[in-house]
């Protein structure tokens, strides 16, 4: 085996002790462990891409930590998500959306979105009926294995993976407000309807006032030809900043184990269904569409997002099971900060 192979000596410190010698050459050489003249893996060459993403999810365990210490209750994260949806995700969007040039690539991510929903709600009703679940518990069932929190994670992680890459979050967002968000409201509370014997409207929750971001969206692009004062967009990027903070430390109050009762069994594997198989189908599709480079790779990463903690939300306002889909939120969450990087690792 070579150990530092292309690499002279003297490139470590001068005083390197045994520890030193072992480990600087690892992490300033990610791919020099070879043997027979191929590479060996390297736990620290990850470590690089895990970085960014586990940085996030320490600012989900800050909410955690909050709530622990009574510094915040559960109840205030309400007001912050309010807060995110009304003024820093819109921010965001304008930003993100004004000065971009948009390419019919994101039509297809958005289709390919919309059709992995589909598909997806379709192979967990077929998976929920060995379960044995009552109707409200098969809808809660469908939308846990279907909505990700592609707006309060999906974003903040994208922004961290793709080191603030503008294309990467066009991307990001026209995913999580076209093929997510606005299914949660109309398909979601829908299906929740459906299986839950309830007679919710959908009018009532689908208003740009309920997706402000969308209409933010629209507004940057259209704007890009003018020249809007600094003074604006300054003001918009330092609020659209504030996204990735407040959005993790909201998700980190959210989260309760209290959800995580009743039948373990359907909640792992509607876990395991939004985690592993949720970003299998939209690969297939994607392929099926075409879809390459830097928007195959957001679009993938999105597709992997916990579940939705609003699809909890609308599965109760439909007369579902919301505490199911609370406890799937829960333990996908938690599995997230593995199953992100590793997801992360392989796109890449």
């Not at 520890?19 to 736990?43: D, E, M």
């Not at 955690?64 to 969007?93: E, F, H, M």
């Not at 009552?134 to 793709?162: C, E, H, K, L, Y």
């Not at 996908?332 to 796109?347: A, E, F, K």
Request: glycine share 8%; proline share 7%; aromatic share 8%.
């Amino acid at each position: 085996m070579t150990f530092i192979q292309g690499h002279p000596v003297n490139s470590l410190p001068a005083r390197a002790g045994p520890f030193a010698v072992i480990v600087l050459p690892i992490v300033r050489y990610p791919r020099i462990w070879q043997a027979n003249g191929r590479s060996i893996y390297n736990p620290f060459q990850t470590m690089e891409t895990f970085a960014p993403v586990l940085s996030v999810f320490l600012l989900l365990f800050t909410g955690v930590l909050l709530r622990k210490l009574n510094v915040l209750q559960q109840s205030d994260g309400r007001v912050i998500n309010s807060l995110i949806i009304y003024a820093t995700v819109p921010a965001l969007a304008f930003g993100i959306f004004y000065g971009q040039k948009l390419s019919w690539t994101l039509a297809l991510v958005v289709l390919a979105g919309n059709v992995a929903n589909i598909v997806s709600l379709l192979i967990a009703r077929q998976v929920a009926r060995p379960l044995r679940l009552s109707r409200p518990q098969t809808g809660a069932f469908m939308m846990a294995a279907s909505f990700g929190n592609t707006t309060f994670m999906g974003i903040p992680v994208v922004d961290a993976a793709f080191h603030g890459d503008p294309q990467a979050l066009v991307v990001a967002m026209m995913y999580s407000e076209l093929a997510m968000s606005l299914p949660v409201y109309t398909l979601g509370l829908w299906l929740a309807s459906k299986y839950g014997g309830s007679h919710a409207s959908i009018r009532d929750v689908v208003s740009p006032r309920r997706l402000p971001a969308i209409p933010a969206m629209a507004l940057g692009a259209l704007l890009t030809p003018l020249a809007i004062p600094d003074a604006i967009t300054g003001a918009l990027e330092r609020l659209g900043a504030c996204t990735l903070p407040l959005a993790m430390i909201s998700v980190g109050l959210m989260l309760s184990a209290r959800s995580f009762e009743g039948n373990r069994g359907p909640i792992l594997v509607a876990a395991a269904m939004k985690l592993f198989c949720m970003p299998v189908i939209m690969y297939a599709i994607l392929t099926l569409f075409g879809v390459h480079g830097l928007a195959r790779q957001v679009t993938l990463l999105q597709a992997g997002m916990p579940v939705s903690i609003i699809a909890g939300v609308m599965a109760a306002r439909g007369g579902s099971d919301g505490p199911f889909v609370a406890a799937v939120t829960l333990v996908t969450t938690l599995g997230s900060v593995v199953s992100l990087p590793l997801l992360l690792t392989i796109i890449r």
